[in-house]
């Protein structure tokens, strides 16, 4: 494998934001009967110290959505015969995988031979391949910050019909009930290219593989799920995004990118106090639009994965 320039290497990446969105329904507790409940979480207010309950969207949610517009930006050859059909258990779905006699050589050729398998994880859980991978991609809940406006609407459902005992015709009605909310919302996610190719058995980086392409298509992926956040029930409830704004930390060397979370009012400075104790070694990118956030990625995009020193 090719050594890079270290000054030129991402170790790890932090997305650090706040994001205005109003009018959405991107997660949901569930439905009972005809209403559907909106999601709630409870948390210690940073700001204040207290208890409160308030809105929230789960990391599945969005780790699903950065892996759908992963699969979409993607060559299909390089996926496996699972990804390609973005089926749930990934490689465990490829014959040429599953045939494998252990998960050493199983893991080898899935994060050899499929790029979601490599930067999303996996788990097979059959026989002697039985084994999982860590993604390499990390999405926590997002969290609403401050009052989020929540609202119950009522919608009705008509189908015409006909009476059984003549031709009249009838119409029946189905009553039903949907959420919307409306707020600012704080999003915390973490990106490790230093893992990418990395077989987490072996902790040997596997050959063939484009660690490059592969960097570069995650923080693609990256910038198009938050030009287009998608999520429960966008068919009827497609988010009016209205801002996006934060700070995105780079580690160039081998030390984890820190995470403070947006809901704290003083997330940027404290990281950027941590950064001067820790001798300015990361990279701070601050933004304030989806438009600066696609130039501050795009800034990174012609970057190298950190490799690692391996004996």
């Known amino acids: 494998m090719t050594k890079n320039n270290k000054n030129s290497q991402i170790y790890e990446i932090s997305i650090l934001s706040r994001a205005t969105w109003n009018l959405h329904s991107l997660n949901n507790e569930g439905t009972v009967g005809n209403v559907t409940e909106p999601r709630s979480i409870k948390i210690i207010d940073p700001n204040t110290g207290e208890a409160i309950t308030t809105d929230g969207i789960s990391g599945e949610m969005l780790k699903h959505v950065h892996g759908r517009f992963l699969w979409e930006i993607v060559d299909k050859k390089n996926l496996c015969d699972g990804c390609k059909k973005m089926e749930p258990e990934r490689g465990f779905r490829d014959e040429t995988i ?70 009249e015709n009838t119409s029946s009605q189905m009553v039903y009930h949907r959420p919307t909310r409306s707020g600012i919302y704080a999003l915390v996610s973490v990106f490790q290219p230093w893992r990418i190719g990395l077989n987490n058995v072996t902790m040997e980086y596997v050959k063939n593989v484009n660690r490059r392409e592969r960097y570069e298509l995650a923080l693609k992926a990256y910038q198009a799920m938050f030009l287009r956040t998608e999520g429960a029930m966008t068919t009827t409830r497609l988010p009016h995004a209205e801002n996006f704004e934060g700070l995105i930390v780079v580690s160039k060397t081998n030390f984890p990118a820190p995470v403070i979370s947006p809901l704290k009012d003083s997330y940027i400075e404290e990281i950027e106090k941590i950064n001067k104790n820790l001798e300015e070694i990361f990279e701070l990118l601050k933004f304030t639009s989806l438009n600066e956030f696609i130039e501050k990625v795009n800034l990174l995009l012609d970057r190298e994965p950190y490799e690692i020193n391996l004996p």
């Open 98 to 167: 599953r045939s494998k006699k252990n998960f050493k050589e199983a893991a080898k050729e899935a994060i050899e031979k499929c790029v979601i398998c490599d930067l999303h994880g996996f788990l097979f859980h059959e026989g002697e391949i039985t084994g999982s991978r860590d993604s390499l991609i990390q999405f926590g809940w997002v969290v609403g910050k401050g009052e989020i406006l929540r609202d119950i609407h009522t919608h009705a459902r008509h189908a015409v019909g006909e009476r059984k005992t003549s031709k």
